[in-house]
């Protein structure tokens, strides 16, 4: 199985410089909690629900005004499409992240990410069942 037939396809994707309030209405509006951080259509970075509720807590912060560049994770793990999803899921555990960026060409084609992960291994444990 690889990681196109089991990916969030053509994902939402946010500007670096783009409040972190755009990214927090974006996840509340399409149901996500990753979004893939992009600057002139390349990817940069990756920016999670949970460092905006960390961020969120912090009274200081003002999340109308700090860029999404200030907050998002600059190591971001890509994968192509033809990848197995047994080698993702190795490689999210073993550097323990709860989301990939699939890109083909340098495009950003797909997020993949644990609930992904855990939707396919359901379909495989019913298959062996």
Do not use: N, W
Request: proline residues 5%; negative net charge.
């Amino acid at each position: 199985m690889t990681v196109a037939e089991c990916m969030t396809p053509s994902p939402q994707t946010i500007g670096v410089a783009q409040p972190l309030s755009v990214g927090r209405e974006m996840m509340v509006k399409y149901g996500i909690r990753h979004l893939p951080v992009v600057e002139f259509g390349r990817l940069v970075g990756m920016l999670s629900e949970r460092e905006l509720d960390l961020l969120e807590s912090i009274p200081e912060l003002d999340i109308e005004s700090t860029p999404v560049s200030r907050a998002m994770t600059h190591q971001v793990l890509c994968v192509a499409p033809t990848d197995s999803i047994a080698d993702v899921a190795a490689a999210m555990a073993d550097r323990k992240v709860g989301s990939v960026v699939v890109s083909k060409l340098g495009d950003v084609v797909g997020v993949f990410t644990t609930i992904d992960a855990l939707r396919a291994l359901a379909s495989i444990a019913r298959g062996a069942g």
